[in-house]
């Protein structure tokens, strides 16, 4: 009999998404339901559609979640995982440029190399999930057969395995934010999924929900018509409903999230620019003209607002700007909130 590899279609390729598909099929300890292989990209040369670190979760009933190639091979690449989880055996596969595998080329030229393990220790897995949902960074380190974490607590990394802390070395300090190799390591930095808190009203504010909920962040809706709230939350946005203007509010936002006023009623904005310039958002947004910003200024300088505060406003918003249309002005939107995450994140 023939298995079939089905990729699982699943909202985006965060670790989240990922770690929570894995501990769906293999359960509980008590209760163990499938076995999984665990994919992840730990070299390449040349140009390459997914990061370093990127990950495949492959079960043994043929579904496998994540990509390392966009499509182009990742059946191949489950097969070789669940041929893993019959020899108990981590392996590690060079894909394109050097590879044993002369049919299996990369189209945008170069080589990967990938480390396939069986059966990743589901308590390790569960740690990392717990500490992002938690929107708490997490490094893990793969070596070969294992997999464990670098962390500052005093904790054992599996209550399988005698208690054993893997504090990071100087060196891997300097990682902090990083994935990549150190020595015989291969460190993995797990962060949060971007948090986008939006607050506004009519389609400028439900369209932008959908599509940042359609592209994997998360999202908190502030709103204060409730029929616009309710939309947001047909899309699984988290809403909060606005009730006054001057309403005072604490975000407690951290620096993996994004905020963004999209009023046409711009009396909302103050207090909540306020709040999120007191805030730890890496990113502010506000909707309206050069003009209209000017305007914006006067107010908040009128508050005792700081110009380097005001400074970290964009707007007009979005990379493109007097954007008339909710569905282009979204993307705009989403475009600029993701180009200066990655500068702050991911840029060397």
């Not at 509980?28 to 990061?51: K, M, Y």
């Not at 170069?110 to 069986?118: A, C, D, K, R």
Request: aromatic residues 8%.
């Amino acid at each position: 009999m023939t298995l079939t590899m089905n990729p699982v279609e699943t909202l985006d390729d965060h670790a989240i998404s990922l770690f929570g598909f894995l501990l769906d099929k293999v359960g509980h300890q008590e209760n163990q339901l499938r076995r999984c292989a665990l994919v992840t990209i730990i070299d390449f040369n040349g140009p390459s559609s997914r990061r370093l670190g990127a990950h495949m979760v492959v079960c043994d009933d043929g579904e496998y979640a994540g990509s390392v190639s966009s499509g182009c091979f990742d059946q191949n690449v489950a097969l070789m995982a669940m041929e893993t989880l019959k020899t108990g055996q981590a392996k590690r596969v060079k894909l394109g440029e050097g590879s044993e595998f002369i049919d299996m080329k990369l189209p945008c030229g170069g080589g990967m190399e990938l480390l396939i393990q069986p059966d990743p220790d589901r308590f390790i897995v569960e740690k990392i999930l717990r500490r992002l949902k938690k929107r708490r960074a997490i490094a893990a380190y793969f070596e070969s057969e294992n997999m464990g974490l670098l962390e500052d607590g005093n904790e054992a990394i599996s209550p399988l395995k005698e208690p054993e802390l893997k504090e990071p070395e100087p060196q891997e300090r300097s990682l902090k934010g990083k994935t990549g190799w150190f020595g015989e390591r291969f460190i993995v930095n797990y962060m949060p999924k971007i948090r986008l808190m939006i607050a506004g009203r009519g389609p400028e504010l439900i369209i932008c929900v959908k599509i940042a909920m359609a592209s994997g962040f998360e999202v908190i809706a502030y709103s204060p018509d409730q029929d616009d709230l309710d939309k947001c939350a047909a899309y699984k946005a988290q809403t909060v409903l606005l009730s006054k203007m001057d309403e005072q509010h604490d975000f407690e936002a951290d620096g993996w999230s994004a905020f963004c006023v999209l009023f046409h009623e711009h009396e909302w904005e103050p207090a909540l620019l306020k709040a999120a310039m007191q805030s730890d958002v890496f990113y502010i947004g506000a909707l309206g003209s050069r003009a209209t910003h000017q305007n914006r200024i006067e107010v908040l300088k009128s508050q005792n607002i700081c110009d380097h505060d005001i400074s970290r406003i964009y707007a007009p918003i979005g990379v493109v700007s007097s954007m008339r249309s909710p569905s282009f002005l979204a993307v705009s939107v989403l475009a600029e909130i993701i180009s200066v995450y990655h500068k702050k994140w991911h840029s060397p």
